[in-house]
């Protein structure tokens, strides 16, 4: 084969390739849009009316994650299946946007940190790798991550809006999220970066259970606990 | 570890209402068998594993590429020296040491995503692929294809297949065969690297008098630096910043043809060595100033 045929063959596979892109760049962008629709919803529970109808609100989100499945499910056939992490960047940012979306209504409707697999579930994609689309570990836990400081500021409103017993429990669980990243050994990657900012969360919502402390304020809403 | 058992002491000589006691009981309980902290402690698992793979990899990675570096090395000499034949082979040799690191990271790769640990293995493919490509062009005087490198890099396990072939199932046979194949980023950004040393044979064959070789490479090189303006910016980024430095070396290799064909006739031949290391220089400076 000469040169000139070689590259004609090279330039071929980079066309294919930049197709594909092209093409996973569109479904991740409607992905995007559907992320921020499902943001939107559940931002209301920061408002001070928002906090009587949170199961409502969990319960719209849920529908719009009908759309994400319908959405992930035409990304899946965008690429070979056994590529993923060839194009894995195209849809980092958006699935853990996601992660940390489902990650928010099933905390707000159990209190309860979602499982990696019912993430899963929730998108309508894989847990294990060999089954096709999945979702990555690091990018699950980045998710998680997000969750924890939005709970930080959730905490903050509850206060505002008096509902005095929700930090309690927030605290409770951001501790045990944080027990739980302590166990992992993380490497210098984005990953760390974003678990180094866990602190600042866990340290914002002890400042609020003390403030509430201080005050006797969460008095009535822890009961007999203390 | 230790400070933990302390406060556990600790907390055994108060009274048991004390309220810090109870929180600190409470913590105790939830660190150890809690879901989240299950969860946890599988995710450990699941990251050790990776990254200690990602490390063997990149460790892999760096000993293909010294040693494909050697290769290079050694093939540069062959302009100088009489014996071809022998470096030739050795340096078969020293690429066969070279797949057999190959064939260890198709083994950690099996049953994996390639592309998942590619950024470890990335740097020593292309390399891999600058040494083989440029005995390739020694011995044949044309480019290896993508093809031919990858048909190098399946390997089998002999001896156990033989074993396994009275009971062969599909399955069975596939464990004992590895393939790893070098992507078309990989090649190319291997094959731009070669174009710098053809150009470094071409300054070397002419300072020993061999006077065909230049424009042979420089013909050669032509042609890929026409391959790499086709493909010009469809590739990756990494690609079009290696035009950069192939368009110098083509520049260094055209110019020493010229200057062989212009003052080659003149000069006696013993002398051209001379004559084409001072222009050179002049190059090399022109460089370093822009």
């Known amino acids: 084969m000469s040169v000139s045929q070689m590259f004609i063959t090279l330039q071929g596979a980079l066309t294919a390739d930049q197709d594909i892109r092209e093409e996973i760049r569109k479904v991740v962008q409607m992905l995007e849009q559907t992320a921020r629709e499902i943001l939107t919803v559940l931002q209301g529970v920061h408002q001070g009316s928002g906090f009587q109808d949170i199961p409502k609100k969990c319960q719209k989100a849920r529908e719009h994650f009908g759309t994400v499945r319908t959405q992930l499910a035409s990304l899946k056939i965008k690429f070979p299946a056994d590529q993923y992490y060839r194009f894995h960047e195209h849809w980092r940012f958006v699935l853990q946007r996601l992660v940390f979306l489902a990650a928010f209504v099933v905390y707000l409707e159990t209190e309860t940190l979602v499982t990696r697999e019912a993430v899963t579930e929730i998108l309508g994609i894989e847990a294990d790798r060999e089954k096709g689309f999945h979702l990555d570990i690091e990018d699950y836990l980045s998710g998680v991550l997000t969750l924890a400081s939005e709970l930080s500021r959730l905490a903050v409103n509850s206060v505002t809006a008096g509902d005095y017993s929700r930090p309690l429990r927030i605290s409770a669980f951001i501790n045990e999220l944080d027990s739980g990243f302590r166990l992992l050994n993380l490497k210098n990657d984005s990953l760390r970066k974003r678990y180094d900012g866990l602190k600042y969360d866990v340290k914002k919502i002890e400042e609020v259970v003390y403030d509430l402390s201080i005050r006797g304020l969460n008095k009535d809403a822890a009961g007999g606990e203390k | ?290």
């Open chain 2, 1 to 290: 570890m230790s400070g933990k058992e302390g406060t556990g002491g600790f907390r055994k000589r108060k009274h048991d209402n004390f309220p810090h006691g109870h929180r600190r009981e409470e913590k105790d309980k939830l660190n150890s068998s809690s879901a989240v902290i299950m969860a946890f402690k599988s995710f450990q698992v699941e990251l050790d594993t990776r990254h200690d793979k990602y490390e063997r990899l990149v460790k892999l990675s760096r000993d293909i590429t010294i040693e494909s570096k050697r290769t290079i090395f050694l093939l540069h000499r062959i302009t100088s020296a009489p014996n071809g034949e022998e470096i030739l082979m050795e340096s078969e040799a020293k690429l066969d040491t070279v797949r057999q690191k190959i064939k260890q990271v198709a083994q950690e790769l099996m049953g994996e995503d390639m592309y998942q640990y590619h950024r470890a293995i990335s740097p020593g493919l292309q390399e891999y692929v600058e040494a083989v490509s440029f005995q390739y062009f020694i011995k044949t005087r044309s480019l290896v294809s993508i093809e031919e490198i990858n048909r190098q890099l399946v390997f089998t396990e002999e001896d156990k297949e033989e074993e396994t072939k009275p009971s062969s199932d599909c399955n069975n046979k596939q464990d004992h065969t590895w393939n790893l194949k070098v992507t078309a980023v990989d090649y190319l950004l291997g094959v731009a690297d070669l174009t710098g040393e053809l150009m470094r044979m071409c300054i070397n064959s002419v300072g020993n008098g061999d006077i065909d070789t230049p424009f042979e490479l420089s013909q050669f090189l032509r042609h890929i630096y026409d391959g790499f303006s086709y493909i010009g910016n469809t590739g990756p980024y990494e690609v079009s910043k290696k035009l950069y430095t192939l368009k110098q070396s083509l520049a260094k290799v055209e110019n020493a043809c010229y200057t062989l064909k212009v003052r080659g006739s003149e000069i006696p031949k013993h002398m051209l060595a001379d004559v084409f290391s001072t222009k050179t220089e002049i190059i090399d400076q022109e460089d370093g100033l822009s």
